[in-house]
C-alpha cells in the first residue's frame, strides 16, 4: 500500500494539481490538510472518478482535512478524544476546529492532522498549540495501549521542525515558532508514546525538507522546513519498505508550499 501525506494550501485552487498528482503518484491513500473549504465545497467527485472514497471535515475558508483513499474508508471519525477548541474571534465560544480526520483505509487506522500553527510566542494560539498535542500524545498514546499491534499512521503538517538541520537556518528561527524547546518536546512526547517517525530513515538530512515559504525565493534557494511528517505504530513501521518527498510537486506555477510525502507498505 502507497500512503501519502500532503497540505495543499487549498483544495479548489489546486484540485487539477492534486488530480494529476494522484495518477502519477499511484498512491492508494492520501492525508490532505488545508483544503480551506466547507464539506459542500469540497471537490468530492474529481476524486471519486479516479476511484477514491473520500472523507473530508471543512467548517470555513480556514484550516480542513480530508482522507482519499481506494482501499476502503470506514469509521470515520472527526476529531479525536480531548482535541481542544479554539475561538477564532474574541468574544466567541470555543469550538473545535477542522484539524483532525481519522479511518480505517487497507486495515490501517489513518489519522490527517493539521498541527495548530502557534503563531508567535506568547499568543494564546502557542498555547492552544501545545494543548493540542499534548491531547494527541494522550489519545494517540491509548491506541497503543488498548491495541499493542494496532496499525496507525499519525500524518500531516505538524507545524514543528523536530531538529536543527529540519530548517535552512536556525538563526533565523531564533524568536519564532516550530523550533521551540517546548514544541520539539511535545513532538517528541507523541513519539515517545510509541510512534515513530518512518520517512526520515529513509530521507535523511540535512537539506530535506517538506515546506518552502513563497517569499524571498524559499525553494529555489533551498531554504525550507521539515514539517510533514508520518509517525506510524510499530506494527505499521515493521511494514514499511521505503519513503520519499516528492520535491519536484513544489515546483511550478499554482504548487502549494508544501510537497507530498510518500510511504511505501510491505
Known sequence: MRL???NVNSIRSRADRVVAWLQRSDVDVVALQETKCRDEQFPEDRFRE???EVAHVGHSQWNGVALLSRVGLSDVQVGFPGMP???AKEGLDPAPEARALGATCGGVRVWSLYVPNGRQLGDPHYDYKLAWLEAL???AGGWLIDDAEAQVALVGDWNIAPQDDDVWDMSVFADSTHVTPAEREAFRAVVEAGYADVVR???PGPGVYTYWDY???RFPRREGMRIDFVLGSPALARRVSGARIDREERKGKGASDHAPVIVELA
Open 215 to 217: 517569499t524571498q525565493l
Open 137 to 139: 500524545r494522550v489519545a
Open 50 to 52: 479516479l476511484g477514491y
Open 85 to 87: 477548541s479554539w475561538a
Open 201 to 203: 530513515p529513509h530521507t
Open 4 to 6: 501519502a501525506t500532503w
